[in-house]
Nanobody, 124 residues
């Protein structure tokens, strides 16, 4: 089992930045892919980006390229999502997820474990 706990969300003005954290525990994650998703009220949960725990290779959804950065700290078993130049449309609950297998489509069902999410609200 893998437990994921997100933190770092909050209320921020448009143009600001936030760094979300996802602390993982339960087992060695060296072969896992860690992903970030977000879900706005009344909308589906969308893929934001992912990082390979082993190689550090990242991949981002088109909507996040240039403003979203995913990094990891292996010593802390923590993955981060840096969001810059925040916009009101970034308002959503952000979820961390872990996948033990290969990711092909960046879909929710490819990820085995999920955190409870952290709320990000961007005011205009």
């Amino acid at each position: 089992q893998v437990q994921l706990v997100e933190s770092g969300g909050g209320l921020v003005q448009a143009g600001g930045s936030l760094r979300l954290s996802c602390e993982a525990s339960g087992r060695t994650l060296s072969s896992y892919t860690m992903g970030w998703f977000r879900q706005a009220p009344g909308k589906e949960r969308d893929f934001v980006g992912r990082i390979s725990w082993l190689s550090g290779t990242t991949y981002y959804a088109d909507s996040g390229k240039g403003r979203f950065t995913i990094t990891k700290d292996s010593a802390r078993n923590t993955v981060y999502l840096q969001i810059d130049s925040l916009k009101p449309e970034d308002t959503a609950k952000y979820y961390c997820a872990a996948a033990s297998g290969r990711i092909f489509f960046n879909r929710q069902y490819e990820f085995n474990y999920w955190g409870q999410g952290t709320q990000v609200t961007v005011s205009s």
